[in-house]
């Protein structure tokens, strides 16, 4: 890497030693400088194993504080982790009222409660109609039409889905955004902005299409076939918690796992239509009053805020058969809830859906989708 002139850091040698002792294959990737990890080209590699496993540890040197760690795996059972903890929030620590934005805070903190080395499972399932039409590969219908335009105004007139990151990364190679608008902003909705016509080449456009996206499409649209069902794993670690590179394995005994958590929220106002207080109620039946519980927040890798446990349960995942539950969050002090709706604990929410002038108590549904799993470059499947 010194004799090709890539950025190495200093203290990496040590990370990589044990892999060099093992004969390991390393992928090398040079980024042009003002580039990042977004415009890497999808690779595909296929090698021999006994376990799918991520080489984390080389990661410490130049990773950040509650670095996110997803991992999708395509097989026909649900893939676990086998030599970290696996753990289910505690739906509790979610900030409902501002639809789940502090889910990977959550996250976070749950695993650091694990002694963090753990996963979440965010989604396991079949993969889907809709995930399997988004990796199709472009058909040559439309790669026809594509070769037939000369400006940005006729690719703009085309019906392209304009939000594959691997499209824009092709397009924005090719033209400039205007001025002050980001790339990936311009590329997802080029129709937004004032744009003077740029010369634009389709045949160049159709043929990159065809050689940088359709093979890597069409492999992971033949591993879907096969392997039709999908789990995603989402983990945050710091540098310091990088001492291990997770194994994974899979089991035919788990259920699926939902991608969607849901509640109900109960608003009780007074007579002038300000909310008195707002009643959760979680899809498991429990619930509790929010303006008594404190959502969990992290920042630069430390709670700051959370009143609640993050994690619900910690538990080691098997190759068969259930999981072997360690801690189960049970402390009643920890779980407010049932509390009289004649509180008068008095917080103005401030949103539009929110209580009216005359009705004394409003109820809506919150819903929190982990759309990740409909992009994902990197996919797993069992040698």
């Known amino acids: 890497m010194d004799e090709n002139q890539f950025a190495v850091p200093e203290d990496i040698d040590s990370k990589l030693q044990p892999y060099i002792d093992l004969n390991s294959a390393f992928v090398v990737i040079k980024l042009l400088a003002g580039q990042d990890a977004g415009d890497i080209v999808p690779l595909a590699l296929s090698f021999g194993g006994d376990r799918p496993s991520i080489p984390l540890k080389p990661t410490a040197v130049a990773a950040s504080n509650d670095m996110g760690v997803i991992v999708h795996f395509l097989d026909t059972d649900r893939a676990v982790p086998v030599n970290y903890q696996h753990v289910q929030i505690n739906e509790k620590a979610i900030d409902w009222l501002s639809s789940g934005s502090n889910y990977a805070s959550v996250v976070s903190q749950a695993i650091d409660e694990a002694g963090g080395k753990a996963f979440v499972t965010d989604y396991a399932g079949a993969v889907g109609e809709q995930l399997q039409n988004l990796m199709q590969p472009y058909g040559e219908d439309q790669l026809r039409e594509i070769e037939m335009i000369s400006n940005t105004r006729d690719l703009f007139a085309l019906s392209i889905d304009r939000t594959n990151p691997d499209y824009q990364r092709i397009l924005l190679s090719m033209i400039m955004p205007p001025q002050g608008v980001s790339a990936e902003d311009f590329a997802a909705c080029p129709n937004c902005y004032a744009l003077e016509d740029q010369a634009l ?19 992971i649209h033949h591993l879907v076939s096969a392997l039709p069902y999908l789990t995603r794993l989402y983990s945050t670690l710091s ?23 849901n509640a109900t929220a109960k608003l009780t106002c007074d007579a002038q ?3 008195i207080e707002t009643k959760i109620t979680l899809s498991s039946g429990e619930s509790y009053l929010a303006e008594n519980v404190e959502p969990t927040v992290r920042q630069d890798g430390e709670t700051i805020r959370g009143s ?21 969050n049970m402390n009643p002090s920890n779980m407010p809830t049932n ?5 008068n604990t008095s917080t103005s929410i401030g949103n539009d859906d929110g209580c009216q002038q005359t009705p004394n108590a409003l109820f ?12 994902f470059r990197k996919l797993k499947s069992k040698s």
């Not at 080449?201 to 492999?219: C, F, H, Q, S």
């Open 201 to 219: 080449d389709g045949m160049v456009l159709a043929e990159k299409i065809r050689t940088e996206i359709n093979p890597i499409y069409t492999e």
């Open 239 to 261: 540098p310091s918690e990088m001492i291990d590179d997770p194994l994974f394995s899979f089991n035919t005994d788990l259920e699926d796992v939902s991608n969607q958590h």
């Open 273 to 275: 239509g300000n909310t």
């Open 308 to 328: 609640v446990p993050a994690a619900n349960i910690i538990e080691q995942m098997m190759e068969a058969g259930q999981p072997e539950v360690i801690s189960e």
């Open 339 to 343: 509390q009289s709706e004649s509180t």
């Open 364 to 375: 809506y549904m919150i819903l929190i989708s982990l759309l990740g799993i409909i992009r």
